[in-house]
């Protein structure tokens, strides 16, 4: 018995030391609360809300939230949404997946130890390619929006409207984009245009 405890000791630090171990235990808690425990988002724009608070893994060395940790909690909460929405649900069901491409962050105010917080996720939108997300820190204590976090996340094997026709039943038309998020769209495009000119991929091609 000793023995046992010993091994399971050994294998819970081996799994927290050489693994992201809170991270691959939270994303898919995450994503079954939501599917199980939280009532489905029949809208597909509607915002869900995932509560968090500011500990002390989370700091830098301000004693501030560790800018890493915005992009972290912004990603459980968008997996939980994206489960609670039936975007992944009706993704596995057309053999298709989602993968985060980009991801910018305004950062307005600190949150500090201990402080509460919220991170709202809505649905901003979609093209030919890509769902495009959005994230705002709302702290529990003024409602002040602590950051603001966009995402894209690329469709692969299927398309962005065959998603929304396989939730809805029906065709539905993309509601139109903010157009700071048009500017970010455009932004990317062009670093990725540079980036395979600079690699000569482009180059390759025309050959």
């Not at 004693?63 to 909460?77: G, P, T």
């Not at 993704?91 to 980009?102: E, K």
């Not at 299927?158 to 048009?182: M, N």
Request: hydrophobic share 50%; net charge positive; with cysteine.
């Amino acid at each position: 018995m000793p023995g046992l405890l010993v091994a399971l000791l050994t294998l819970a630090l081996a799994y927290f030391a050489l693994l992201d171990g809170w991270y691959l235990v939270r994303v898919p808690c995450a994503m079954l609360r939501a599917r199980l425990l939280q009532p489905r988002l029949l809208d597909l724009l509607a915002e869900s809300r995932y509560a968090g608070r500011v500990l002390p893994s989370d700091l830098d060395l301000l004693l501030h939230m560790n800018n890493a940790r915005y992009l972290r909690e912004a990603d459980v909460a968008r997996a939980a949404h994206l489960a609670r929405c039936g975007v992944l649900g009706a993704l596995r069901a057309l053999g298709a997946r989602a993968v985060l491409a980009a991801s910018c962050a305004r950062y307005r105010r600190s949150l500090r130890l201990l402080e509460a917080f919220e991170v709202r996720t809505r649905l901003l939108g979609w093209d030919d390619r890509a769902f495009y997300l959005e994230a705002r820190f709302i702290s529990r204590r003024d409602g002040f929006v602590c950051a603001l976090l966009r995402s894209s996340q690329h469709v692969l094997g299927t398309s962005p409207e065959r998603v929304v026709q396989h939730l809805c039943k029906r065709r539905v038309e993309p509601p139109d984009l903010p157009e700071d998020l048009l500017l970010w769209i455009a932004y990317n495009k062009a670093s990725s245009r540079l980036l395979r000119a600079e690699s000569g991929v482009d180059a390759a091609k025309n050959q």
